[in-house]
């Protein structure tokens, strides 16, 4: 496929970029956009350098290489079993590398117990103690650290406004909210002011408006701070919309790392695009590779799909058109800008309502089924298409990728 666009990171505005360190340029109106991961001569914050971690025979991360750069809001994202929560507990200390090794701040960890590395953990149970108050919760590892009680007390201040909990100092951990409780275990990890914070699912037990809300004030946090945040999470709308780059793992190994956006609009493999998000798969052969664009045949009889080309296919291969359900146009009639042209007919099959949108499905006359996604701009009385009518779904060239793998 042609070179992607760039794409924006998240907090491209002047305000935030600002607060970032090693920004490059490239944003609207000559403002800085924090990808340092596109310059050469940033310096990461932590560097996995072909780490492999074997549990028995089984490999839970096979030979992995990563960079995370300082200020980064960092995701690894993917299903139970991938490795991502062994990855961040060998960075944390609590595993050792079978192979390989992990850097920290031009530092190699090795040996380095957990209590000496310059990270904090906070986990999806929190681990608050019940016989404390708030404060005391967030001091507990500044004490243990032998401050100053003036210096406690002035970080704990610090850490009651940041995370807007100033009147609920006093209060137990039964007596708060489980969103609350969510920001004294936040508190308490950023208290001793880590180079890096360490999030296993952090809002697992949240239920989802909160979550939504939540993961709005992790971003805000983390950008107030510039402390580096690595989450794990098999959420894939958290990773969206927390992250600055998204790393995707399958069976111990990294699969895409790129930014939210660039995952989404191009996925480099048919996981990715599965993984990530709705999509429909059509399977086909290339018929044609230009510069720009490809032609796939995908049923006998049907016109071919026009489609951004992709370098590592070419004329006869096997071939994968992915497009998103909300890239999709459905009507009643053939469009008429793209007669026969990334224009396929068929039968509605069955209908997804979810309030503000809606999830056609579609068989086609060949049998397979495709989905198309609808904003419910009316009431769903006055919806036009329903079950079993006849249907066109058409697309623009460049609206969907081409796949290889």
């Not at 590779?289 to 004329?315: H, I, Q």
């Not at 198309?372 to 006055?382: D, G, I, T, W």
Request: overall charge neutral; proline content about 7%; some cysteine.
């Amino acid at each position: 496929m042609p070179e992607p666009p760039v794409i924006l990171a998240k907090g491209t505005g002047a305000a935030t970029a600002a607060g970032h360190a090693g920004t490059a340029s490239g944003g609207p109106g000559g403002a800085k956009v924090f990808a340092p991961w596109n310059d050469p001569d940033a310096k990461p914050l932590v560097e996995f350098r072909s780490v492999t971690k074997l549990f028995g025979e089984v490999a839970a991360v096979d030979d992995l290489s990563l960079k995370i750069y300082p200020r980064e809001f960092f995701a690894l994202l993917g299903p139970s079993g991938c490795g991502k929560t062994t990855l961040m507990r060998m960075l944390a200390g609590f595993e050792s590398p079978t192979h390989g090794e992990i850097w920290l701040d031009g530092k190699e960890l090795t040996g380095t117990p957990p209590n000496r590395r310059p990270v904090n953990m906070m986990f999806q149970a929190y681990a608050l103690f019940p016989h404390l108050s708030v404060a005391d919760n967030i001091a507990f590892g500044l004490r243990r650290d032998g401050l100053p009680k003036g210096e406690v007390a002035e970080r704990v201040e610090q850490m009651l406004a940041l995370v807007q909990l100033h009147g609920l100092a006093t209060r137990r951990p039964h007596q708060l909210s489980g969103g609350q409780r969510q920001r004294v275990a936040l508190a308490r990890s950023l208290a001793k002011r880590p180079k890096m914070l360490l999030l296993d699912e952090p809002l697992g037990a949240l239920d989802k408006k909160l979550r939504e809300q939540t993961q709005f004030e992790l971003v805000s946090i983390q950008e107030r701070l510039g402390t580096t945040f690595l989450i794990v999470t098999h959420d894939q709308d958290e990773a969206m919309t927390v992250a600055d780059r998204i790393a995707v793992m399958d069976q111990g190994r990294l699969v895409q790392v790129a930014p939210p956006a660039q995952i989404y609009e191009y996925p480099t493999s048919r996981y990715v695009a599965d993984f990530l998000g709705d999509v429909n798969l059509i399977e086909g052969r290339v018929a044609a590779m230009a510069a720009e664009n490809a032609r796939l045949t995908w049923c006998e009889g049907r016109p071919d799909f026009t489609c951004p080309a992709n370098p590592d296919l070419k004329p006869g291969d096997t071939a994968w058109f992915g497009i998103r359900p909300e890239k999709v146009a459905i009507d009643k009639d053939m469009p008429p800008d793209r007669p026969g042209q990334n224009a396929v007919e068929g039968t509605v099959w069955d209908i997804g309502y979810v309030g503000n949108l809606s999830t056609y499905h579609v068989k086609l006359d060949d049998g397979q089924m495709v989905r198309a996604q609808v904003a419910n701009r009316v009431h769903l009385a006055r919806r036009e298409i329903s079950w079993e009518d006849r249907v066109w779904l058409s697309w623009g060239k460049d609206d969907g990728v081409l796949l290889a793998r």
